[in-house]
């Protein structure tokens, strides 16, 4: 069976222009979407103490390495554009502030078949640390986002490859300098690079090959989480098949279904 862990934010999406607020952040969303491929889902973050950590805590993932810290817990703006998409502000980091890993996160994870870690700056401490863990066996893959004010840029993503698996980023699919240096990266390093293109798609590039996987034409709600949605089905697909384009489909579907309605857990 596998057992699959994400590290990262907890975050709770605010959406003012709908007057709502809903359980979110990347390492949540993508732990919800491997919780409904019915694999052992673990949450590695940090919640704080008021109500929205105790929503966190009561869903469905394995919430025991969920820390609870004094304050409150991380909340984030989200406005959508005309294509749906999110633009992200004001976002305060709450309990995610002090939240770092430790030997016994390294023990558990150790035990995993697959982990993924949010790449984000806020929270650049936990990807350096999760980096510089030894978990051999162990799928190792980072999210690195898309072109949000918390990015990673695509020539920051070389320093942390050599030890994953595989690396993940959101970009236009008119940045062919962007897709070109990350194919090339692939080649040299014999790493699986997954760029997500929003409307246009998505690619792998592997030493060997490169992938391409069109996406489902959909009428979007809300594109916030979709990408999330994709890492998550790819990742335990692949690892049930090795099959690259079989599980880009599956990938492709679920972040088809994910757009179709506001938030990443609704």
Same mark, same amino acid.
């Given at each position: 069976m596998i057992k699959f862990a994400s590290i990262g934010d907890c975050c709770v999406d605010v959406y003012p222009q709908f007057n709502q607020a809903l359980l979110g952040g990347s390492a949540f969303n993508v732990a919800l979407a491997a919780r409904k491929l019915k694999v052992k889902t673990s949450l590695i973050s940090a919640v704080g103490t008021d109500d929205w950590g105790k929503k966190y805590l009561s869903t469905h993932i394995d919430s025991q390495f969920i820390s609870s810290l004094p304050g409150k817990t991380s909340h984030v703006e989200i406005k959508l554009d005309k294509h749906k998409s999110p633009v992200f502000s004001q976002w305060q980091l709450g309990a995610l502030k002090n939240f770092q890993l430790n030997p016994s996160h390294q023990d558990f994870l150790s035990t995993q078949t697959a982990v993924t870690c949010t790449a984000i700056k806020p929270l650049e401490k936990i990807l350096n640390q999760f980096c510089q863990m030894d978990l051999p066996g162990v799928f190792k893959s980072a999210d690195f986002d898309g072109n949000t004010p918390y990015s990673f840029s695509v020539p920051d993503i070389p320093q942390y490859l050599s030890s994953l698996d595989l690396a993940a980023k959101s970009i236009n699919s008119s940045d062919t300098k962007s897709l070109n240096f990350l194919k090339? $990266?692939?080649?040299? =390093?014999?790493?699986?690079? $997954?760029?997500?293109l929003g409307s246009h798609g998505s690619q792998i590039f592997t030493k060997e090959?490169?992938?391409?996987? /069109?996406?489902?034409?959909?009428? /979007? *709600?809300?594109?916030?989480? &979709?990408?999330? &949605?994709? $890492? &998550? *089905?790819?990742?335990? =697909?692949? $690892?049930?098949?090795?099959?690259?384009p079989a599980s880009m489909i599956s990938a492709t579907q679920a972040a088809a279904q994910k757009i179709t309605r506001l938030g990443a857990s609704s």
């Open positions: 090339n $990266l692939a080649i040299k =390093h014999n790493k699986m690079i $997954l760029v997500t090959k490169t992938y391409f996987q /069109p996406s489902i034409k959909t009428k /979007p *709600t809300d594109t916030t989480g &979709a990408g999330d &949605a994709y $890492l &998550a *089905t790819f990742i335990i =697909h692949y $690892l049930q098949t090795k099959n690259i």
